[in-house]
């Protein structure tokens, strides 16, 4: 309805999922980023060839949606000061569509994903969490989920709460315990690098079968005294209750 013409967007924020927006809109036609705010200017200079770039809130220009990519502790505040009857959308997995304040029309675009300014990342088949209150602006975040290149899924900010739990589970406590792991690799001189095939095949059996029907290890197979030895192993207080933890987690889960 909306996006086979040109819509205008403009851009608040300067972290790593605005820079990422950045990249995606300069490569799609159907988009237009007419202007990119921050409050701390120095941080979006280098695109300032590109297009205008300001860090007066009250200097905005007129735009189709306003992409708020910012923290999440910022958007009711930051909403609340855009003086706009267009639609203002956050893209956060936690906050409520109410915590956008002011008198524009509000919404919710968020993408299931992690984002990091270092990495390269396309949006082809990206989910994202669509949520508005109007009919008409739930259709318009659909169309420019799309025109990115992602997949558009009408979630209400109940559910969208558990989504992001859930996300936290899937992504960052994963990478916690690679984390973990790299650090006691590298405590007993042991090159993280030879756990990369192992990592891969991990991620991608779980992914393909299920992690319901891939889950192996001694805490699996009930073997008591590798458990005890690894436990054993362990210096730090810490880690030696989470392994204990995790182990007891993944027995009571197969127990059946």
Not at 150 to 167: D, F, Q, S, V, W
């Amino acid at each position: 309805m909306y996006f086979w013409n040109m819509t205008k967007i403009l851009l608040l924020g300067a972290g790593h999922l605005a820079f990422h927006f950045y990249e995606q809109f300069k490569a799609c036609s159907s988009v237009q980023l007419i202007q990119w705010y921050n409050r701390s200017i120095e941080k979006i200079g280098f695109a300032k060839e590109q297009i205008k770039i300001t860090d007066q809130i009250d200097k905005l220009e007129d735009a189709d949606v306003y992409l708020l990519c910012v923290k999440d502790e910022i958007i009711e505040p930051l909403s609340e000061k855009i003086k706009t009857r267009g639609l203002v959308v956050h893209c956060a997995g936690g906050i409520s569509i109410n915590e956008l304040k002011g008198t524009s029309r509000k919404g919710v675009f968020y993408p299931l994903q992690s984002f990091t300014k270092e990495r390269s990342l396309s949006f082809d088949e990206l989910p994202f969490c669509i949520e508005a209150l109007e009919q008409k602006d739930q259709q318009l975040l659909c169309e420019f989920a799309q025109q990115l290149g992602g997949i558009p899924h009408i979630m209400n900010t109940e559910k969208r709460a558990y989504l992001h739990m859930i996300a936290v589970w899937v992504n960052n406590f994963s990478n916690h315990m690679l984390h973990l792991g790299s650090d006691l690799s590298q405590k007993h001189q042991i090159p993280f690098e030879m756990f990369r095939p192992l990592i891969e095949e991990t991620f991608k059996k779980a992914l393909s079968m299920g992690p319901q029907n891939t889950q192996t290890g001694p805490a699996l197979r009930q073997d008591l005294k590798t458990i005890q030895k690894h436990f054993d192993l362990i210096t730090d207080q810490d880690i030696k209750k989470l392994y204990l933890n995790l182990s007891t987690s993944i027995q009571k889960k197969h127990e059946q």
